[in-house]
Structure formats: structure tokens, C-alpha cells
């Protein structure tokens, strides 16, 4: 079983729509989870972190389910400029690694 | 500009001949490393350093190399390419080690090993 596992999608939205993420992971000794964001050809840059009581930046939410042991990432209001592939990352506490999922790649269709 | 620069951004190279991929960041992050990025299987950590002189393998180190004299660079070397090395490079740095920091990603390298 991979440590860190998405749906890879593609996920195909209408503008304006509501588009959810899930991501598991293996280890319960995961710590730190974030989301991550690349452009098509381009570096992945942070999304945002996730907290253990959920978090909400503007349109973006992110949450943290410990018992199932999976984070999730809630788009409201979809734009064509939300179009990427997003990355779930979790970090193991005591590791200095860094692990990434293969991602999830999102279209927005006008 | 805070930011992480990688040289060069595209090679092509044959078989054997040796390479090295630069990387620099301007924001005195203490922790650098390299990934890999391949379809199907995202990224991937080659190495990673916690500071000057201070390196540790990642989960794919065979066949590759990197050296931390100076803070601010950490290159990546290739003694002897192979073509199962074709990929997508990124370099990166966070303030201290991995965990709860912000990683900031260089551009990418496309390396094409013939």
C-alpha cells in the first residue's frame, strides 16, 4: 500500500462549481499534512497547511480526519485559474521526509 | 526576490557522461533537498541536507551525488547517467528541516539521459 494515496482524476468542474479531495495515508504516526499545488510544467508551491481542527483559506478548506486517516481539500466556487494538479503531502513525526502523493489533477471548464 | 534557482532548466546528454545540476537559494534556508518526478509515481526524494556539510539519502540516492560546502548551494551530480534517470528534477529549501515548514521549489530541471 502506497504511504500516501490520491485519486489522480482527472476531475472535470464546471466554473462556480463546489469540487472535493480526498487523500489517505498509511502511517499513523503522520504528523504534519499539507496541500500543495503544481501548474502544469511548473514547481509545486503551498496551498495551504491542514490543522487538526480544519482550516479555511477563502474559498479553499482543508480538513483532517485522524480516525480514517485521510485529509480532505474543499474548493467553493471553482475558477478557470484553479485548474492544476494538487498534491497531498504528509510528513511522519521524527522523520525529516516529506511524503508526496502522485496528486490529483483538476480542470475547470468554462 | 526570496527564491530557489536550478541550472541548468533543460539538458539532453548521452549515456556515462557526467552532469551536474546547480541549485541556490537566496533566503539562508537551512534545509535543502533534491526530488524526482515521474508519471505515475510524483515526487520523489533523491537527498536532503539539514545544513553545511550535513547530507542524508532520501528514498532513491542510487546514482546520484550532492555536497553541501556553502548554505545557500546544494548541486546535484550524476557520475555516470543512465536513461532510467530521464526525468523531471526539482530542488528545494525550508527554513529548517522537513515537517511543519514551507517548502519552496526551484523551477525544475528536464533531464533527458539518450
Known amino acids: 500500500r502506497k504511504e500516501v494515496e490520491q485519486d489522480p482524476g482527472p476531475f472535470n468542474v464546471p466554473e462556480g462549481a463546489t469540487v472535493a479531495f480526498n487523500c489517505t495515508y498509511s502511517?499513523?504516526?503522520?504528523?504534519?499534512f499539507f496541500w500543495y499545488r503544481q501548474d502544469c510544467r511548473k514547481e509545486p508551491k503551498l496551498l495551504m497547511s491542514v490543522y487538526s481542527s480544519g482550516n479555511e483559506d477563502g474559498r479553499f478548506t482543508a480538513q483532517l480526519n485522524r480516525a480514517s486517516q485521510y485529509i480532505s481539500l474543499l474548493i467553493r466556487d471553482s475558477k478557470l485559474s484553479d485548474s492544476a494538479t494538487y498534491l497531498c503531502?504528509?510528513?511522519?513525526?521524527?522523520?525529516?521526509?516529506?511524503?508526496f502523493g502522485t496528486g490529483t489533477r483538476l480542470t475547470i471548464i468554462p | 526576490e526570496a527564491q530557489v534557482t536550478q541550472n541548468p532548466r533543460y539538458l539532453i546528454t548521452v549515456t556515462g557522461k557526467k552532469l551536474t545540476v546547480t541549485c541556490s537559494q537566496n533566503?539562508?534556508?537551512?534545509?535543502m533537498s533534491w526530488y524526482r518526478q515521474d508519471p505515475g509515481l510524483g515526487l520523489r526524494q533523491i537527498y536532503y541536507?539539514?545544513?553545511?556539510?550535513?547530507?542524508d539519502k532520501g528514498d532513491v540516492p542510487e546514482g546520484y551525488k550532492v555536497s553541501r560546502k556553502e548554505k545557500r548551494n546544494f548541486p546535484l551530480i550524476l557520475e555516470s547517467p543512465s536513461p532510467n534517470q530521464t526525468s523531471l528534477y526539482f530542488c528545494?529549501?525550508?527554513?529548517?528541516?522537513?515537517?511543519?515548514?514551507?517548502?519552496?521549489f526551484g523551477p525544475g530541471t528536464r533531464l533527458t539521459v539518450t
Open positions: 528545494a529549501s525550508s527554513l529548517y528541516g522537513q515537517g511543519a515548514y514551507e517548502q519552496y
Open positions: 503531502v504528509v510528513n511522519i513525526v521524527g522523520n525529516e521526509k516529506l511524503t
Open positions: 533566503m539562508n534556508h537551512e534545509y
Open positions: 502511517n499513523s504516526a503522520s504528523q504534519s
Open positions: 541536507s539539514m545544513n553545511v556539510e550535513v547530507t
